[in-house]
């Protein structure tokens, strides 16, 4: 059957799909709206199996935290190219899921995929832009965090976010001691807040690592755990939020800094998530 342009340009609207994908699907579906929707939906399904095993290298991270500041949640959402990362409709969907994961809230990434958007789910919605951008689009981290007060901080390329619970709040320059010691996570990259929170699988690598290199310098067998438990200390100190140099002023570490602002201020949590 004849499809014409004012047809293709009502699925356009409804879809947001291209100009010829719309009259093709119309023509497959002889006319109907609905099975051309879903057509252009099982499209987006083909592309993104064909294009599963692509890297998301690229991408944005979106963070909102509530009126209060007590908590907050960042999704990052990937793709293959700058360009599409930057695209409109990619960034438009990005602060969607945002929003249903902040409204909605969910246990885990899985989870977040299966919470409704629209008429769809939020998996189904990437699906269907995949179909139109013709690349791998995925959600890569979802995070949330509370506290006393936490503060986000997104670095200028949008690809990587930190967010960072405070406790002790009491001190009038918390938000800006924040904002410092979330650029600190973002430079640093802590593997945790302190020793205390390290894995033990991490420890026990790090000292089986201390011992190795203690014995190809020739170290006596007997002293070989004492030199691995001080390369553990040091690994502490560089590695470990609290415990590491403060990259504004080294002569302090993040601990003493955030005391030096307010009395007792201090991290309670915090999450880091990178792009590519």
Known sequence: MAITAQEVNKLRQ????????????????????????????????KVSEKRADRETSEGSVFIKTNSDGKKAVLIALGCETDFVAKNEEFQRLGNDILNVAFNEGTADLEALKSLKLGDLTINDKIIELVGKIGEKIEVVAYEVIEGEKVVPYIHSNSKLGVLVALNNTNGSDVEDAGKDVAMQIAAMNPVALDKDNVDPKIIERELEIGREQARQEGKPENIVDKIAEGKLNKFFKESTLLRQSFVKDN????AKYLDSVSSGLTVSAFKRVSIG
């Not at 719309?22 to 099975?35: I, Q, S, T």
């Not at 002569?251 to 993040?254: D, E, G, I, K, Q």
């Open 14 to 45: 409804m879809t947001g799909a291209g100009m010829m994908d719309c009259k093709k699907a119309l023509v497959e579906a002889d006319g109907d709206f609905d099975k051309a929707i879903e057509i252009l939906r099982k499209k987006g399904q």
């Open 251 to 254: 002569s302090l570490t993040v």
